[in-house]
């Protein structure tokens, strides 16, 4: 968080030409929206707008169990190691992670052309600025889940394999983006399974993919 000093106004009991410094924060202070790497990593409040907290989190068994991610990812996960307290033999603790807890994720709403997998150019911020956030040193090691959603026109079928085609789509630009490995990432789709707007099926939040950190 940056800081930056701006003029107040006059002091309380002091000459009325002094002014008071105020410190407030900079991002507040220029309008300016949290970044999506703190927006994943859930350091930020107001993620709303084209970056908005997931209509549906995952946690790592769900990942697992729906098939979308497998292999090492689906082992039985050990948490930090950590000193025992001082005055106690000193070694190692290792506590096992609760792999039910939900994942960090976000939604971010990526425009496509009717019936394509191409990214529109209008979405070339939120490319980038998801692009950004991959390669932010705090996720060094983590892995990206890429989830496509569509809306409800269509078959059931035919919702699937676009979403999975898109998340893809967005995949790959990410990884042109950010020059991270294509290994960092798993792309699923999820069709109209996950609608962020069930009162309207066919409303265009529901198009959207979603991005899930895998620790």
């Known amino acids: 968080m940056a800081l930056v000093f701006v003029v107040s106004g006059a002091s309380a009991g002091l000459a009325g030409s002094s002014e008071q410094l105020k410190a407030v924060d ?4 220029l309008g300016q929206s949290p970044s999506l790497g703190d927006c994943l990593a859930g350091k930020a409040e107001g993620c709303g707008g084209k970056a908005a907290e997931a209509a549906r989190t995952f946690s790592r068994s769900e990942l697992c169990d729906l098939k979308i991610a497998d292999g090492e990812a689906c ?19 290792i506590v096992e992670e609760d ?18 997998a191409d ?16 390669a932010d040193p705090r996720f060094s090691g983590d892995r990206f889940v890429v989830i496509g959603h569509t809306d409800a026109a269509g ?4 919702n699937q394999a676009l979403s999975t085609r898109r998340a893809a789509a967005v995949r790959d630009r990410l990884v042109d983006l950010s020059g991270e490995g294509e290994e960092r990432f798993i792309v699923a789709g999820r069709g109209e399974s996950d609608l962020k707007n069930g ?3 066919l409303a265009a939040e529901n ?3 979603q991005i899930v950190l895998l620790k």
Do not use: C, H, N, W
Request: charged share 30%; aromatic share 4%.
């Open 75 to 93: 082992e039985p996960t050990l948490g930090k190691s950590r000193s025992m307290r001082a005055g106690e033999r000193s070694r190692l603790l």
């Open 26 to 29: 900079l991002d507040e202070y």
């Open 199 to 201: 009162v309207d099926p």
């Open 155 to 158: 078959s059931d079928a035919y």
């Open 119 to 134: 990214p529109l150019p209008a979405s070339g911020g939120e490319l980038q600025a998801l692009a950004e956030a991959v």
């Open 99 to 116: 792999d039910s807890e939900p994942l960090p994720s976000i939604d971010v709403e990526i425009l496509f052309a009717s019936d394509s």
């Open 207 to 209: 198009r959207r993919v």
